[in-house]
């Protein structure tokens, strides 16, 4: 079967600001809360690591883009750091930091790459987190506020915006389980935090339909869960997970509904949302972005708080350095899942790809990262999958460009096509650079190319 992919389809790599950029208080921007996170020793960063430096992007940003056309790339999707542009979160711009972004974007749209900022990716301004941050319901408004100076500021040239990155993990980790920035632990906080969000992402919608004139959309990681068994307890519990992690988010947005899971979920921390709240989260988007890394099968377990679920760990499976069941088929499936439940709209893969314990370097050419390669021609073969099922999905980014700052994981994980040395920050092409970029090439045709070796990873179930 040909694997050619539409007319048009977007291929592309993804980034963060905080875990590429360095410089974070370069030329006036203001501390976000990852910088703050990551320089207090009373938290868990491996390494002590920090985004001091990262991958230096701020200061290579144009060798960076002559890098991605040499790669190939269509599309470049990146994070804005909300605190370069507005220090104090609202009010003053920072010139310097918006001048920045539209250098990068100039650049791109010179090399035909497609610019796909984010507005949000977890760097919240440390001067909003002083005054309660995602658990202060002006936020909304401070949002809109500063997704308004980037519209104003460079609409002309971005054709396509997305508000949230993955809110779950803002909420999950930063409130619930206190390992990603701010690091509170609080159920009450998480409950407060996702309502927050989803109201924030509308207000950034709001503000783009006052003033845009192309396409917004949110970027949603969605993680299938499978129940470990047909008894009804497992059932129940891939349930609760399900509303939790994908259903929590994607349903006030696109349903104006929140699961009724979620109520057993955070007990007495769950307050049901007010009919504006509902209003306001559910903006009609003109795309939805699609992160998918694995799936999870789960079982009931009273102990595990507060879902009453815990995953199961499958013998066997091929597992990536982060501990992810490598399953493509359930990418195929939560594509044609989402389509079932939230109906025709547009999506992208935003983000999708894999940390290896890559060779230190080879001596016959580019670093040999065959799992990543077998890895990345076995999803986007699942891409295709759910394409010819009907699913309109119309672009693929591959996680990530370069090896970063994987967050609270600090450095020792690398996610990229690119290699990155830390000491000298020289950029290396890896051989799944080359098999993204003969992809691209033949608009997927090339992913037969280890089709052999992919199958091994194809599994089904």
């Not at 040909?2 to 590429?20: C, H, I, K, M, N």
């Not at 396509?160 to 980790?173: C, H, S």
């Amino acid at each position: 079967m040909s694997r050619t992919f539409p007319d048009r389809f977007l291929w592309g790599a993804a980034t963060a600001a905080y875990q590429v950029e360095g410089s974070p208080l370069a030329d006036g921007a203001g501390a976000s809360i990852w910088h703050r996170f990551t320089h207090d020793p009373r938290l868990m960063i491996a390494s002590g690591d920090t985004g001091d430096v990262a991958c230096d992007h701020y200061n290579r940003m144009e060798g960076d883009v002559e890098l991605m056309k040499q790669l190939g790339l269509q599309a470049y999707r990146f994070s804005i750091s909300w605190s370069r542009i507005l220090p104090e979160g609202t009010g003053r711009v920072n010139q310097a930091g918006l001048d920045f972004y539209r250098r990068l974007v100039d650049r791109l749209n010179d090399a035909g790459i497609v610019p796909l900022p984010t507005l949000y990716h977890w760097d919240l301004p440390a001067a909003l987190d002083d005054r309660g941050g995602w658990l202060n319901r002006d936020v909304a408004e401070w949002f809109g506020e500063y997704a308004a100076v980037m519209y104003r500021a460079l609409d002309g040239e971005v054709r396509r915006w997305a508000t949230l990155n993955e809110p779950w993990v803002v909420a999950d980790g930063g409130y619930l389980n206190g390992v990603l920035a701010p690091g509170h632990r609080s159920i009450f906080e998480c409950a407060i935090a996702s309502r927050n969000l989803m109201r924030a992402h509308g207000r950034a919608v709001q503000a783009y339909r006052e003033t845009g004139r192309h396409e917004v959309g949110v970027v949603f990681n969605i993680e299938p869960k499978y129940p470990a068994s047909d008894r009804p307890e497992d059932v129940a519990a891939a349930a609760r997970a399900d509303a939790y992690m994908n259903r929590q988010y994607a349903d006030p947005a696109l349903l104006g509904a929140c699961p009724p899971e979620l109520r057993d979920v955070y007990g007495e921390a769950w307050e049901d949302w007010s009919a504006d709240d509902l209003a306001l989260a559910c903006q009609p988007v003109d795309f939805v972005g699609i992160n998918y890394y694995t799936r999870s099968v789960v079982r009931a377990s009273e102990s595990a708080w507060p879902l009453r679920a815990e995953a199961v760990v499958q013998e066997g499976a091929q597992h990536t350095e982060t501990g992810w069941e490598v399953f493509p088929p359930a990418m195929t499936r939560t594509l044609l899942w989402f389509r079932e439940r939230y109906g025709e709209i547009p999506l992208y893969i935003m983000e999708n790809g894999a940390a290896f314990a890559d060779p230190a370097s080879s001596a016959d050419g580019p670093i040999a990262d065959e799992d990543r390669c077998r890895y990345l021609a076995a999803h986007i073969g699942a891409v295709h999958d759910a394409i010819a099922a009907g699913v309109d999905v119309r672009g693929y980014m591959v996680w990530s460009l370069f090896d970063n700052l994987e967050w609270a994981l600090g450095y020792a994980k690398r996610f990229g096509i690119v290699h990155v040395d830390y000491d000298t920050l020289a950029r290396t092409p890896k051989k799944s650079a080359d098999l993204y970029r003969r992809i691209v090439e033949s608009n997927g045709a090339a992913i037969g190319d280890v089709s052999s070796s992919a199958s091994k990873i194809s599994g089904a179930g």
